[in-house]
T-cell receptor, first 113, second 114 residues
Framework: DAGVTQSPTHLIKTRGQQVTLRCSPI?????VSWYQQVLGQGPQFIFQ???????GRGNFPDRFSARQFPNYSSELNVNALLLGDSALYLC????????????FGPGTRLLVL | EDQVTQSPEALRLQEGESSSLNCSYT??????LFWYRQDPGKGPEFLFT???AGEEKEKERLKATLTKKESFLHITAPKPEDSATYLC???????????????FGQGTILTVHP
């Protein structure tokens, strides 16, 4: 069975630009969560979506937004990129939202110059 | 606010030298504690979920245990392929804006020398 997939794998942008990252969950999973992982740190929670509705939001500015589509895939958008947005962006999926293991994709490495 | 602290930050072992990694946590009602393994440049790979104090789970050379304040990941007779960063995360009971959120520690970098 295919795991969580993310695209693109790598991305280079300049300050002020906008970026869209994509995620496809494991088949049958309805919940997608996004995390940001800066080098040397653990992942930090950005958003969780379940059945196309936002169910949780972490401590990130409004420049970060996301959505979930009817097929449960998801996009993370970041506007007005800053150097500090350079990180590994991880997507995780789970069957629902309650007491369930989240399975992570390979991540998208974003470099902002 | 939920907090997770992992120790040590880095651990170097000889092949076959058993040891333990620690994960201390504070959370407003624990829903689950999760252990992941992460190789450089890759996404975290799920290892274990623990739900209540006293629970233990094993997989090959790894054994995870849970108390009310901390979790341990015991590694028995490690091999070089066990080298990775080991992440611990907690999930609090549902409610508010933290629903489903995992709070991670900074990880322990394990290096096993042959």
């Amino acid at each position: 069975d295919a795991g969580v997939t993310q695209s693109p794998t790598h991305l280079i942008k300049t300050r002020g630009q906008q970026v869209t990252l994509r995620c496809s969950p494991i088949s049958g999973h309805k919940s997608v969560s996004w995390y940001q992982q800066v080098l040397g740190q653990g992942p930090q929670f950005i958003f969780q979506y379940y059945e196309k509705e936002e169910r949780g939001r972490g401590n990130f500015p409004d420049r970060f937004s996301a959505r979930q589509f009817p097929n449960y895939s998801s996009e993370l958008n970041v506007n007005a990129l800053l150097l500090g947005d350079s990180a590994l962006y991880l997507c995780a999926s789970s069957p629902g939202t309650a007491q369930e293991t989240q399975y992570f994709g390979p991540g998208t490495r974003l470099l902002v110059l | 606010e939920d907090q997770v602290t992992q120790s040590p930050e880095a651990l170097r072992l000889q092949e076959g030298e058993s040891s333990s990694l620690n994960c201390s946590y504070t959370v407003s009602g624990l829903r689950g504690l999760f252990w992941y393994r992460q190789d450089p440049g890759k996404g975290p790979e799920f290892l274990f979920t623990l739900y209540s104090a006293g629970e233990e789970k094993e997989k090959e050379r790894l054994k995870a245990t849970l108390t009310k304040k901390e979790s341990f990941l015991h590694i028995t007779a490690p091999k070089p392929e066990d080298s990775a960063t080991y992440l611990c995360a907690v999930q609090a009971n549902a409610g508010g804006t933290s629903y489903g959120k995992l709070t991670f520690g900074q990880g322990t970098i394990l290096t096993v020398h042959p």
